[in-house]
């Protein structure tokens, strides 16, 4: 029997520790520093998941078989070299791989190295230069940040005061750090999600899936870390799928192998589906959150089998997935993006008939309650998308919190 260490604290981890506890052969887990869901079916530890000594040390005492990273910022600390160099098994890419998401420039070479489609670009570490260039191109301009942000490295700037803002934030004020700045043409279209599992040159896609970026219904308001997610995307037919993962998920795959650092985790596109065919917005090198939530209940087998041979290069079968379609809903904390209160009590988990995952929760003398931006997310299956929503928002009806909103339009695309 195997013990897991699974690495985070949010929603994406709960999916992940949710779906190895259905592995038979997993007796114990643990999550670090995990929240109040992933404590009910795993053991939670105090540890930062930028902790690599502390998280490595934890794994040798306490032999660890298998650790499942779901940050980004853990893969960047190099928690995988570090492991890997102490013999210890783990899910996740090194630094040097992780780049594909920490350094858009990075990213943005690959892409034209190995032809994957993309927005063309051009990179600026001078502030009059980026506005010189920025102030000859149409608007909307694309400007991203050349670093880890925090999903608030890009702005797109419908005119020329917002752009200089924006480049004087990033490139004068060094708000994010002392990165470059990405300036970038404008793309329209539906935008999706596909992550595949990632070993070397092999690539395993998962359902697609799309997520819902903006606090508020009708995709406005701020940015988020996302609102809700769904599987089943009638826009994409299975020709695009086909493009998506031949022309970009295995040429990216490929493309780190030649450049000496192949992959061994997730590989997410961001893809835009633009009147000029499908391009790439962004590549993460992780699990999305919270598409996720929606990817991983579809999953049939075993997860623990699938990732350690992720983890240690050995060939991985056809993955089976259901052929059900599954929606989530995020429960935020009003404020959320921007400020918010914690400590709100939460109760009417267990009556909702969802899986319901913990995004930011805590316990407080033995009462559920709100600890973060996003707290839960309720998913649902069904047989359509009309009838997994019916049961989602039926079961965010019967949670109840007093500082919660939610959007009541996700997949309104797909359900138009
Ligand atoms: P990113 O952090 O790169 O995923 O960007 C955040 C969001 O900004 C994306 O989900 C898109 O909605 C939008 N975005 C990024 N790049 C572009 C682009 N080149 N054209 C249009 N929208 C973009
Ligand atoms: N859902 C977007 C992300 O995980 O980056």
């Not at 002392?178 to 300036?183: A, E, F, S, T």
């Not at 998962?206 to 009708?218: N, T, V």
């Not at 633009?274 to 999305?288: L, M, S």
Request: proline fraction near 5%; glycine fraction near 12%; hydrophobic fraction near 40%.
């Amino acid at each position: 029997m195997k013990t897991v260490l699974v690495i985070g604290g949010g929603g994406r981890e709960h999916a992940i520790v949710d779906a190895l506890a259905r592995s038979p052969q997993v007796s114990r887990i643990y999550c670090a520093p995990g929240n109040a869901g992933t404590g009910e079916q795993a053991v939670n530890v105090p540890l930062k998941d930028t902790d690599v000594e502390g998280l490595k040390a934890f794994a040798l005492e306490h032999a660890v078989d298998l650790t499942v990273v779901g940050p980004e910022a853990s893969l960047s600390a190099g928690i995988v070299d570090a492991f890997r160099a102490e013999g210890l098994r783990i899910f996740g890419h090194t630094a040097a791989a992780t780049r594909i998401e920490s350094s858009k420039e990075f990213a943005k070479q690959l892409m034209s190295k190995y032809g994957i489609p993309t927005a063309a670009y051009r990179s600026f570490s001078d502030y009059g230069e980026a506005v010189e260039y920025v102030s000859r191109r149409p608007f909307p301009a694309v400007l991203k940040y050349d670093g880890l942000a925090a999903g608030k490295g890009v702005v797109i700037a419908s005119d020329m005061q917002e752009a200089r803002e924006a480049l004087a934030s990033m490139l004068l004020d060094h708000s994010f750090g002392q990165g470059r700045v990405v300036v970038e043409d404008y793309l329209e279209g539906p935008e999706f999600s596909f992550m595949c599992f990632v070993c070397g040159d092999d690539v395993y896609p998962m359902p697609l899936s799309q997520d819902h970026k903006r606090a508020f219904d009708g995709d406005k308001g701020p940015n988020t870390g996302g609102m809700g997610a769904y599987t089943g995307l009638p826009f994409i037919t299975a020709a695009d799928r086909e493009f998506a993962y031949q022309e970009i998920m295995c040429k990216a795959a490929s493309g780190m192998v030649s450049e000496g650092c192949p992959l061994s985790g997730v590989l997410y596109g961001g893809l835009m589906k633009t009147a000029d065919g499908i391009k790439v917005i962004e590549f993460n090198a992780r699990f999305g959150d919270p598409e996720t939530e929606v990817v991983l209940p579809l999953l049939q087998g075993d997860a623990f089998a699938l990732f350690d041979a992720v983890a240690s290069g050995s060939p991985v079968g056809p993955l089976e997935w259901s052929d059900e379609v599954t929606m989530g809903v995020v429960l935020a904390s009003r404020g959320y993006p921007g400020h918010y209160e914690k400590g709100f009590g939460i109760s009417g988990i267990d009556a909702a008939g969802a899986r319901v995952y913990h995004m930011g929760t805590a316990l407080k003398d033995g009462r559920l309650v709100t600890n973060g931006g996003r707290v839960l997310m309720p998913v649902c299956k069904g047989r359509s998308l009309a009838e997994a929503r019916k049961k989602v928002y039926e079961a965010v009806s019967r949670i109840q919190c007093d500082n919660l909103f939610y959007r009541s339009d996700i997949a309104h695309q797909a359900l138009k």
